[in-house]
């Protein structure tokens, strides 16, 4: 059994269970699967979302693998993925609760409970009338190189998130951001992964979905260009040479996922 617990939790749940303590949690929840559970809730005033995970199943687990996706077999994987980003310095959730408990993956009954992030908005809300109403362009090229060298540092430090899209960056709002005054967080972990090194693939497969995600945003050429220089941290020239069978290949998965999205709807 795993069990790392900080305030308010430690003396909420202090003498008790902290398993079943977690199934009493009330308060909104967002999504509700099977062997998943995800609920914001309040202590003492203050926010925190938790997810519950109770185990798939072997049956699901053996789908999962036959169709060529990778399970999520409980909370380990995001509190894994949030430990690897605070030591790179990423900013993002902070766990104040997590257990596990069970040796069969299949079984596996597990929990984390993360602080609220607040006041806050998404980038894909943020960016939803960009194309009607274009933000200042110096507001928007400080978003772009903030998010590329946060995604860049993410997979240098052997993190992918696989759910890299930019409704999964909070921008901060507790005061006005500028362009020379902004904080971005990023948030939904569950399904990452964490390495000592992120292999080219799933660093690819990250940077398509941000790229898919963002294509009804607006963005010009040279915010491609801003967002690739950030991102790999040299020449333009350069990376147009070394990468380029990475963009052509971006430019297919996109195209790809949004015509699913057009065909079968919202994808994110």
């Not at 009330?26 to 997810?51: A, C, N, P, S």
């Not at 943020?126 to 590329?148: D, G």
């Not at 500028?178 to 569950?190: E, G, K, N, Q, W």
Request: aromatic share 8%.
């Amino acid at each position: 059994m795993k069990l790392e617990m900080h305030e308010p939790f430690t003396t909420l749940w202090a003498g008790k269970d902290p398993f079943a303590e977690v199934e009493r949690l009330q308060g909104k929840v967002y999504r509700e699967l099977e062997g998943r559970r995800t609920l914001r809730t309040e202590v003492d005033g203050r926010g925190y979302f938790v997810k519950i995970h109770r185990g798939i199943g072997w049956g699901e687990i053996f789908k999962n693998l036959l169709s060529a996706k990778l399970p999520v077999l409980g909370a380990g994987q995001e509190q894994r993925a949030l430990e690897r980003l605070h030591q790179a310095g990423v900013a993002t959730m902070t766990s104040v609760a997590y257990g596990e408990r069970g040796s069969d993956p299949a079984n596996q009954h597990s929990f984390i409970v993360t602080e609220e992030l607040a006041p806050t908005t998404d980038l894909e809300q943020l960016s939803l009338n960009w194309r009607e109403q274009p933000p200042e362009p110096r507001f928007k090229r400080a978003l772009i190189a903030e998010v590329a060298k946060m995604v860049g540092t993410m997979h240098r430090a052997g993190v992918n998130h696989r759910d890299c899209y930019i409704c999964h960056f909070l921008l901060h709002t507790d005061r006005a951001p500028t362009a020379d005054d902004l904080r971005l967080s990023v948030i939904d972990l569950h399904r990452a992964q964490t390495r000592a090194a992120t292999p080219k693939r799933w660093r690819d497969k990250d940077l398509a979905a941000l790229y898919f995600s963002a294509l009804d945003i607006g963005l010009t050429e040279r915010d491609k260009l801003r967002f690739l220089r950030g991102y790999f941290g040299k020449p333009l020239r350069d990376i147009l040479r070394d990468e380029a069978p990475l963009l052509a290949w971006m430019e297919r998965k996109a195209a790809k996922l949004y015509d699913r999205k057009q065909r079968y709807g919202d994808l994110l």
